[in-house]
């Protein structure tokens, strides 16, 4: 596998250090205006996904602390609209994969009938043979 470009390289730490700052910002704004802080919020208030804030340390770290302090955090509904990335992606990918199988089905059940029609061609092509032999 061919390295990333250096130009590449600093573009994605730049990307994830404005991604980190949102982060920081969003979790500071939590904590100021008395709202309940978890990943999700702090993900929606700075418009990155949860899973970015989980794989960040520093990040994770502060936000279990914040969260610790301020009791218990109100559980995610159970049918969220799709304000995080994570989630809106998960459901994507999951339509996706659903429209993938059906497509595949409909294949399958259309190559078993051929299948079918194939082998019964097959044996009546034996059966003449057969009586053609015999003679």
């Known amino acids: 596998m061919t390295p990333m470009p ?3 390289r600093q573009a994605t730490r730049a ?5 980190e700052k949102r982060a920081r910002t ?3 704004e939590l904590v100021k205006a008395g709202k309940p802080v978890s990943f999700t919020a702090v993900a929606r208030q700075a418009g990155v996904s949860t899973d970015f804030l989980y794989r960040s340390p520093e990040l994770r770290t502060r936000i ?3 969260r ?3 009791g218990p955090v109100p559980a995610a509904p159970a049918d969220p609209t799709g304000d995080s990335s994570t989630s809106a ?15 595949h ?6 190559l078993r009938k051929a299948l079918e029609v194939a ?3 097959n044996l009546a092509l034996r059966r003449r043979l057969a009586r053609y032999e015999t003679d």
Do not use: D, I, P, Y
């Open 6 to 8: 250096e130009h590449l």
């Open 15 to 19: 990307r994830t250090q404005e991604a």
């Open 26 to 28: 969003a979790l500071t």
């Open 64 to 66: 279990e602390r914040h």
């Open 68 to 70: 610790a302090k301020g």
């Open 89 to 103: 992606a998960v459901r994507a990918l999951s339509a996706r994969l659903a429209r993938q199988q059906q497509t």
């Open 105 to 110: 089905r409909e294949e399958v059940a259309r």
């Open 119 to 121: 082998q019964g061609e």
